[in-house]
C-alpha cells in the first residue's frame, strides 16, 4: 500500500463538520446541496455538528466559519463561490486559511470540465486548513458538491486528519 493510501481508511474515524451554505435565494427547507453535503458526510461515518444557511455576506460567512470551526473538525460551504455581483464566500473564507489547497481548486475545476466544460473555469472553489481544521468551499449547484464531495474531500478525509491530526487520527 502506498504511503498516502495507508492514512485513507475512514470507516474508523469520525470527524464533526459543520455545513454551511451561503445563498441568497437558499433556505433549510430548499437547501438542496446543504441537505446532500450533510448526508454524503454521514454516510462516510462523520457527524455533522452544525448546518446553516446565511445571506451571501463576506462578513456573516466569515463569522459562521469561525463559529463552526470552534466545535467541529472542519466546516463544507456550499455557494458563493462564482463570479457574480454577490459570490463573496471566497473573499469571506481565504483570509481564514492558514494553508490554501491549490490542488483542490485546480482538481475540481478539471474534473467539473469533464461534466460541464469550459463553465467549469467560472468556479473559484477552494479548500485549506485553519486553525488545523478543515475548509472546503463548493459551488451551490448540487452537482457540483456531489462531485467535489465524492470525488475529492471523502476520499481523502482520513489522510487529512491523520496530518492534521484530528478525530483521534
Known amino acids: 500500500m502506498a504511503p ?13 463538520f459543520g455545513v454551511i451554505t ?12 446543504g441537505r446532500l453535503v450533510r448526508e454524503l458526510l454521514e ?11 446565511l445571506p ?33 464566500t471566497i473573499e469571506a473564507v481565504r483570509p481564514l486559511l492558514d494553508k490554501e489547497l491549490d490542488g483542490f481548486g485546480e482538481l475540481f475545476r478539471m474534473l467539473s470540465y469533464q461534466e460541464i466544460g469550459t463553465a467549469a473555469m467560472l468556479s473559484r472553489a477552494i479548500a485549506g486548513v ?13 452537482n457540483a458538491c456531489r462531485l467535489a464531495m465524492e470525488k475529492l474531500i471523502i476520499p481523502e478525509l482520513g489522510h487529512l486528519a491523520h496530518l492534521l491530526g484530528l478525530g483521534g487520527a
Open 56 to 88: 451571501d455576506t463576506p462578513e456573516l460567512i466569515a463569522a459562521a466559519v469561525r463559529a463552526t470551526l470552534m466545535r467541529s473538525d472542519g466546516v463544507i460551504l456550499s455557494g458563493g463561490t462564482g463570479i457574480a455581483p454577490r459570490d463573496s
Open 130 to 142: 485553519s486553525g488545523g481544521k478543515i475548509v472546503a468551499a463548493l459551488p451551490g449547484s448540487p
Open 22 to 33: 451561503a445563498s441568497d435565494s437558499r433556505n433549510a427547507a430548499n437547501d438542496e446541496s
Open 4 to 16: 498516502h493510501e495507508q492514512h485513507r481508511p475512514h470507516g474508523h474515524l469520525e470527524l464533526k
Open 43 to 53: 454516510r462516510a461515518g462523520h457527524r455533522v455538528v452544525a448546518y446553516e444557511v
